[in-house]
């Protein structure tokens, strides 16, 4: 059972930057699709950002190009820039054998960590 974890968040003002990292319980990840999401209070959980098993492919919420970077070695990594009070959210990491799934859904074949809370004061 793949188990995740992420880290990194906190409180930071806007304009600021954090670094989100996710760790995983097994030996590898190469082989899944790696992807963060988040949830605002009394908001759905949205797709932030995602990279493909080789790191080839990526994709980004339209909302977070060009502030935000997603990378990944046997971790997986959320670099935060330029960060707005609409960035507060609970962060969360998620992998999938499947890309297109963690950009689009269905997410029945994902797995998830338990969260790391972002904060943006004004």
């Known amino acids: 059972q793949l188990q995740l974890v992420e880290s990194g968040g906190g409180l930071v003002q806007a304009g600021g930057s954090l670094r989100l990292s996710c760790a995983a319980s097994?030996?590898?990840?190469?082989?899944?699709?790696m992807g963060w999401f988040r949830q605002a209070p009394g908001k759905e959980r949205e797709f932030v950002a995602s990279i493909s098993w080789r790191g080839g492919t990526i994709y980004y919420n339209e909302s977070v190009k060009g502030r935000f970077t997603i990378s990944r070695d046997n971790a997986v990594y959320l670099l935060m820039n330029s960060l707005t009070p609409e960035d507060t959210a609970v962060y969360y990491c998620?992998?999938?054998?499947?890309?297109?799934?963690?950009?689009?859904?269905?997410?029945?074949?994902?797995?998830w960590g338990q969260g790391t809370q972002v904060t943006v004061s004004s």
């Open positions: 097994v030996r590898s990840i190469s082989s899944y699709a």
């Open positions: 998620a992998a999938s054998k499947t890309h297109l799934h963690l950009r689009d859904g269905p997410y029945d074949d994902a797995y």
